[in-house]
């Protein structure tokens, strides 16, 4: 089920929050948690319930395996050790998700390599497979570090399924979850958190429904139709995709927070306007903040972190970042764009160990070209397509101008500039370069939603603003789109 | 302000405005998705979303007998050029740039769900080119669901829906002046124009217009099996379904065969005779030289839907070109084919107005 759907705001929100709480009143708390859990479990099926057994049997193996590992850490004498039994959970995981997510991209590349003639599986990625197979191996390695207090079945279900985060994230933490599920606060209606969950649900849905969707018709137009891209066509194409991105998955999150927060939940936020960023930890310290904090802690540091000398540390913040590439997807234009990041943040830190200094402006003009350039990479279907695209965006394939410029530069025609219909390729319009300068005046100047969450009060100022958002969004509803981070 | 207040104000405030927006919507129904009948005030309908999704639902609600089906070529005809034919109500369900996919796919739910009598397809040659993609507002979902919930929720809360209703209502109580329909005349200059500019599209085109693809006659053989497997269908239901091929002017054919498209066009004719008898206008006559009979090289003006109907269904057509629609099965396809073999001129597509003019 999608956030941005009539079926989610006006029949499965509301049910599922009034059962929930009712029951609470009722102090029939366990029965509050168990109807919270199949909530989340009938939204994650409302599309296709065949992966539901899929989900089922991963929560209950890591729940056993962690448990295991667990009550191994207590006992003196083990047949087994508790690191065995890690690495047997975290390969069953890995196998799982290597099965379903890459074993087609695995069977091309071997066709490809030693010309074996393998059928293609065309296995559907199960939704959310990425973000619950993650949240779970974080769960089997905090099981061995002996940090898991609590053993307790139905919270685990409801820290892996809950319908918030189960599809896009954020990527969670049992630490923060299951205490907040167990809290005496979380059982009472909280007036103040629905009021700050509409509020930030309604902008989160703006986010995706009216910016998101604008932006893409554009990205997806100009990613259709890479061969024939003029300049402007091909900046606005890498532009709107940039700020697509953005809006879309930030206001997922936004609305994920939103939702989390009427049940009194907090999730931990995962933006903080990463295009005001002014290098490239900077980036990964504000995008997709749970990502970056888990292949931190997961992977950053197991490989040794940066206390192996600095070559060594090189080579794990470039490992790092290619296994985050390769976590978005199975193609080589993932791990080619994690392969960049980890170049970039590979040179960044030796610019930082060798006492450079940059201008802020030309740090963080820098800094967005970049990560602009390599979304390209994220986004194209292949190599021709990235190809096709930067070279427009260099000036390769000609510079077109609007009609009305050819006044001022007509001596060029046929030479340098030629003069026409300038967003055609991309179906854009002349309000396309508006969009993008407002694009850029969101995500540079404004304050980010959760500024405006930590500054939220019920004032009647808020009031109009929450209530005319909403209805602009939902009044764009008809047009619905899935979320950019469902097929990662 | 009093944070269960706000609460309360945010909830009812966006349920009225909500229910304020569905209530004028619902109403004024400017997309013709319902037929409670409370919108006789605003009939004309001006402001549609998509041409697919309003003639889909008004088809619904009228519940015709007869409905015509084809591409714009069909679309330019009128209910009334057929009613002296056939059983009433009629309504031309035509869509314009249409694949023959989805014109099978409304036939299909109106054998299924509607309780037609007659159905009058008008083929087109580019319908069946294999690699021209379906349009972006074709909704197939539309019509393998009893309900299509999407339709009725646009049609009911959206500010652009309240737009387009304020403008109906403007344009029906108002007369706001319409731009040129389809069917008003063109001048001749206008007429030469459009042809030399839609024979030179087709001509130059290299993507779907003119696809190599299309260059082999079996390209088309899913779709020759699409209209056989529909024209079963309303045998199976005792629906009269007749076909013909739409007319289009001289040079058009031409083009085909200087595209190297001849052989798919011929076996195009061979293969829809083989389906059942059907009426051939898509070829040489003494109308596809006349050029203020058409609008462009594929679309002969709406008046001409009379001449058509009238020689389809009627056994007395004084009025009609004697070589204006042949009737064509399979034992007579062969000699007609032939026929039309011989009479193909060279075609030029880099001055097309001067070929024109010069055939004049």
Known sequence: MLFN????????????????????????????KAWLVFASLFFYSWWNIIYLPLILGSILFNFAVGSTISKMNIVQKKRISPK??????????????????????????????????????????????????????????DAYRNEVKEMDYLNYTLFVTFFPHLLAGPILHHKEMMPQFDSIKSKAINYRNIAAGLFLFSIGLFKKVVIADTFAQWANAGFETTQALNLIEAWATSLSYTFQLYFDFSGYTDMALGVALMFNIRLPINFNSPYKARNIQDFWRRWHITLSRFLRDYIYIPLGGNRNGEFKTYANLFTVFLVGGLWHGASWMFIIWGALHGTAIVLHRAWQQMGLKMNSILAWFITFNFINITWIFFRAKDWDAAKNILSAMSGINGILLPEKYAKYFGDFNNTLIQFGSVYEHINGKAQTT???????????????SMQLWDSFKPTRLNLVFTIAIFLTAVSMMSRVSEFLYFNF | MHTKKWITFFIVAALSVMIAVSGINWVINPYNVFSHGLDNFAPKKTNVL?????????????????????????????EAQLSPYLEGPIYNLSMAGSTIDEQAAYIQYMLKYENIKNVVWSLDFFAFNPTKPTDAAFQPERLSETIYWDDYLISLYSFKTLSRSFKTVKKNLFSVQEPEPMGQPFSRDKVEFNIAYILNQYATDTTFLNSKIFHDPSSIDPKIEVVKRTVQLCR?????????????????????????????????????ALIGPYTDFCTYSALSKEVMQFRDSSHVIGDVGALVFARIFSKRTPNVPADFGIPITSQTIQTHLNKQRNLVHTFSHSSPITTIREGQ
């Open chain 1, 5 to 32: 759907s009539y079926e989610f705001i006006f029949l499965f929100l509301p049910v599922t929050f009034f059962v929930y709480f009712w029951l609470n009143k009722k102090r029939l708390t366990q029965a509050s």
């Open chain 1, 84 to 141: 065995v039994m890690l690495a047997f959970g975290i390969v069953s995981n890995i196998l799982l998700l290597g099965y379903f997510k890459y074993m087609d991209f695995f069977i091309a590349n071997t066709n490809m390599l030693i010309g074996t003639q393998w059928d293609l599986m065309h296995i559907i990625l199960p939704l959310g497979i990425s973000f619950f197979t993650f949240t779970q191996i974080a769960y089997l390695v």
């Open chain 1, 434 to 448: 508006v969009y993008i300068i407002l694009g850029f005046i969101m995500v540079l100047t404004l304050k980010n």
């Open chain 2, 50 to 78: 998509s041409d697919r999704m309003s003639k889909f639902y008004i088809a619904k609600n009228l519940k015709p007998k007869t409905i015509m089906m084809g591409t714009s070529r069909i679309g330019l005809f009128t």
């Open chain 2, 236 to 272: 199976e239901n005792n629906v009269t379904c007749v076909l013909y091929t739409s007319p289009v002017f001289y040079q058009h054919i031409d083009m085909l065969y200087a595209l190297n498209l001849g052989a798919t066009f011929e076996y195009w004719k061979q293969e829809l």
